[in-house]
């Protein structure tokens, strides 16, 4: 099964600094790259994806950057907020309608 | 609009019993996933559904875990006899099919084997 390597597992920054998770793909049967949020006690939930057919994605606050050729992609928070503290995955898609999830960061912003 | 409906939230159970956990996807979402999340670890698949067919189930035990999706709309995921490394969150999703790559979680069943 494909691996997904995220990076770093824990993360700790201060309020209105930015946090940048990483992650690395082996291969996929199309190019979607979503991040997912999850809150303790609940189920994670999308929170930004990519479609390659772009580098870059932004929506508010938070920016997906991919490079295709080095099969990663990186998450940006900009200002981060103690409302963002959560843990992240990101995800890749081995088939259509698959996805196989990395391991998580843990963020915490600190106020 | 409803989002997906697990129960039980949370069950404990001693080793070698049975244990169930439903699923209720999002009205209209034809593609249902059953993942498991172990403490500190992302979701791990454990099958998929098209509607009624299980069309990816590589990663279920299968000497122990069953599923099924009667009708094609909510599911059951059973697990006889449980063992101390079942332990986790069991996470279901669902799926518009148009709309790929987006999963929609339930909040979870969290299962601990004593």
């Known amino acids: 099964q494909q691996q997904v390597k995220q990076s770093p597992q824990s993360l700790i920054v201060q309020k209105g600094g930015i946090s940048i998770i990483n992650c690395a793909y082996e291969n996929t049967a199309f190019d979607y790259f979503p991040w997912y949020q999850q809150f303790p006690g609940k189920g994670p939930a999308l929170l930004i994806a990519?479609?390659?057919?772009?580098s870059e994605k932004k929506e508010g606050r938070f920016t997906i950057s991919f490079n295709k050729s080095a099969k990663q992609f990186s998450l940006h928070i900009m200002d981060s907020q103690p409302g963002d503290s959560a843990t992240y995955f990101c995800?890749?898609?081995?088939?259509?309608?698959?996805?196989?999830f990395g391991t998580g960061t843990r963020l915490l912003v600190s106020p | 609009e409803a989002g997906v409906v697990q129960s039980p939230r949370y069950k404990i159970i001693e080793k070698k019993q049975p244990v169930a956990f439903w699923c209720n996807p999002i009205?209209?979402?034809?593609?249902l996933y059953w993942y498991r999340q172990n403490l500190g670890q992302g979701p791990e698949l454990l099958i998929r559904?098209?509607?009624?067919?299980?069309?990816?189930d590589s990663q279920l035990p299968k000497d122990r875990f069953s599923a099924e999706r009667l009708k094609g709309v909510d599911s059951t995921l059973k697990i006889q006899p449980a063992e101390l490394g079942d332990s986790a969150v069991y996470l279901c999703?669902?799926?518009?099919?148009?709309?790929?790559?987006?999963?929609?979680f339930g909040e979870g069943s969290r299962l601990t084997v004593l």
């Open positions: 999703a669902s799926s518009d099919q148009g709309a790929a790559g987006e999963l929609f």
């Open positions: 559904y098209e509607n009624e067919e299980a069309v990816d």
């Open positions: 009205s209209g979402h034809n593609t």
């Open positions: 990519i479609r390659p057919d772009v």
């Open positions: 995800a890749a898609p081995p088939g259509f309608q698959k996805l196989v």
